[in-house]
């Protein structure tokens, strides 16, 4: 399994040979450092845990400390299933994708805010006539459905808070890799806003 962190940057558009242009999503991705390889033997199951961007040493518990003596403050510590032979202290790049690579991109989505029924579920709305005032967009009835006493139901959809919600869109291609500013071009649009730590996976 190939794995990386990163920030999202800026989208931007892709041409290709015969000139079909595609949306993509520019992503500041790695180097990681391996901070804990895990095995069933000590830790009951295998894994590979990785350390990403940088902080100062005096933002950082003490447990945490003690756990990356040695290694650089890392911002970030993730968890990747583990394969292959790898280190405590070995660095991982970019250079472990290519071009044509299909990957699932993991993120937190923006927050909305606390919106209605019709920007948070897509409901239509009410009847724009018949002397329709203020109920354009009002969920409608909540209650009934044979219940006794029109009680409400449980995960009724309902206004409330939007956003904020992990997300993880599957089947996107990398466009172009770039080694030197540890870069990853990535095809499509990627939740989050710009600076949002994302997770990739191939």
Not at 82 to 98: K, M
Not at 114 to 120: D, I, L
Not at 122 to 146: D, L, M, T, V
Not at 174 to 200: C, M
Request: aromatic share 4%; net charge positive.
């Amino acid at each position: 399994m190939k794995f990386m962190l990163g920030t999202k940057g800026k989208m931007t558009q892709i041409f290709s040979e015969k000139g079909v242009v595609s949306p993509a999503t520019i992503v500041i991705a790695g180097p990681l450092t391996i901070t804990q390889v895990k095995t069933k033997e000590t830790d009951g199951y295998a894994a590979t845990q990785v350390g990403f961007g940088s902080r100062k040493e005096k933002n950082v518990s003490k447990p945490v400390a003690g756990h990356l003596k040695d290694l650089p403050m890392a911002r970030v510590l993730r968890e990747f299933p583990l394969e292959g032979d790898v280190a405590r202290g070995q660095h991982i790049d970019v250079s472990l994708f290519a071009p044509g690579d299909v990957v699932a991109v993991s993120a937190v989505s923006k927050g909305k805010g606390f919106q209605g029924v019709v920007k948070r579920h897509g409901f239509k709305g009410g009847p724009r006539s018949h002397g329709q005032k203020n109920k354009e967009r009002a969920p409608g009835s909540i209650g009934g459905a044979g219940r006794a006493g029109g009680r409400v139901s449980p995960g009724m959809r309902m206004a409330g808070r939007m956003g904020g919600d992990r997300v993880t869109v599957k089947n996107l291609k990398i466009l172009r890799v770039d080694q030197e500013s540890n870069t990853l071009v990535i095809s499509g649009a990627i939740p989050g806003k710009p600076g949002t730590l994302v997770e990739i996976r191939g």
